[in-house]
């Protein structure tokens, strides 16, 4: 089905990826576009999934003793300029309130780009002892980057997110923290997102500003681009120290917390159509789908087939499952083409045959296979199936992954399989910052991350040519 491409209004991912990109988060109903620019509207069914996204994780984050917080949007300038690397790295992002009404304000009030700074200030007011440690904090909130450039949930001016916000009385536990998080992150994207993910650390360039330590999950798209999709920074005390959050610990002394911070945004719904999309719409993962079974009748003016059809919609509920029944006056033919095109996972079709064999049909949106499936026990055979679609959808994205990693040796290797085929190249790396620019400058590639799990041979340094043993994936990434 990927292949043959049934939905005119789409333009071909073959022919143009950006403009295919673009049309499904369209087509789909998953955004429109605002009246400022840069900044989009989540339309209902693009919502959805995010609320999805939102149910699963949440209950990740609580089954580890997160809490959620809600902080104001709006930061203070001083206090935002508290840490330096922190309102250095997002000042040229930053959205400024200068009135308040009809008076100018007195401070400037930055829209928040990311939080750490008001839990820091939250936290210099409340923390006491060690007795209250850990504080392990989550919110859902919106942020505002004033990015130069924008593309539905890849980049935008106001995107949707979680951040995770912790203090640790050590920093042995605020690293397990930060581990731990990203951990979360990556087995997320594989049991809900049937995507899978290179998990590593990013270089001292790429981290997060004011971060002793950031790591990633970088994902790998249709198109062989990467993209980052969830990172897990450790700070340390730095922060603790830039906004003298202290507390009385078992010593009976004045010490700082340890600290970390975590998020991952509505850029997962951009990575779900990138990874699995094709040129007939969405193909959307079962756990994350708002409609997991769409039921539409064949023929729905014969006896009993209306009938029918609600009576599979209200078991497949009582199963636990998202179901629609699309009982309209539209062609079946535009029905199959409309969920398709909004990428549900599985389609019932009902019709007056298959009412006189006992029987429904059943279609895969991620191959297109139609099989006929007794009524009794049909609970169990949707059930079935959405597995599989998820196992199918993971599978392929898997072979996408690996098929497009290559394991090279210099920077002419790795400009070469930008020019031709795209993917992460994975190469050793000698740590130097002069090696990193210079791969950017000569093979046109971001270093996306050093891989946790670290082969331990010896190479070269696909630049300078010193013998090391870091290995490190470069791409081209959104």
Known sequence: MAQDKKVEQITSMEDDFAQWYTDICKKAELIDYSSVKGFMILRPYGYAIWENIQRIMDGEFKKTGHENVAMPALIPESLLKKEGELVNGFAPEV???????????????AFRPTSET???????????????????????????????????????????????????????????????????YADFCRDALAM???????????????????????????????????????????????????????????????????????????????????NNGLVLPPAIAPIQVVVIPVAAHKPGVLEAAAEIKTRLE???????????????????AEYEMKGVPVRVEIGPRDLEKGQCCLARRDTGEKSFVALDGLESQVQSLLTAVHDNLYAQAEKNLEDNTFDLNSWQEVKEMVETKGGFARTKWCGKLECELKMKELAGVSSRCMPLKQSGTEGVCPVCGEKCTTDIYWGVAY
């Open 95 to 109: 959205a400024w309130v200068t009135m308040g009404g009809s008076d100018k304000l007195e401070e400037r009030l």
């Open 118 to 184: 008001m839990f820091c200030d939250h936290w210099h007011s409340v923390l006491q002892t060690y007795r209250q440690l850990p504080m392990l904090y989550n919110q859902w909130c919106s942020v505002i980057r004033w990015e130069k450039t924008t593309r539905p949930f890849l980049r935008s001016r106001e995107f949707w997110w979680q951040e995770g916000h912790t203090i640790h009385e050590t920093a042995e536990e605020a690293m397990a923290e930060t581990e731990q998080q990203l951990n979360c």
């Open 196 to 278: 899978p993910v290179v998990k590593g650390r990013k270089t001292d360039k790429e981290k997060f500003a004011g971060a002793e330590a950031t790591y990633t999950i970088e994902s790998m798209m249709k198109d062989r681009k990467a993209l980052q999709s969830g990172t897990s920074h450790y700070f340390g005390d730095k922060f603790s120290r830039a906004y003298d959050v202290t507390f009385t610990g078992r010593d009976n002394k004045l010490q700082y917390p340890f600290q970390t911070s975590w998020g991952t945004t509505t850029r997962l719904i951009g990575a779900v159509i990138m990874t699995h999309g094709d």
């Open 318 to 336: 009582a199963a636990g499952l998202r179901v629609k029944l699309d009982d309209s006056d539209n062609s079946p033919g535009w029905k199959f």
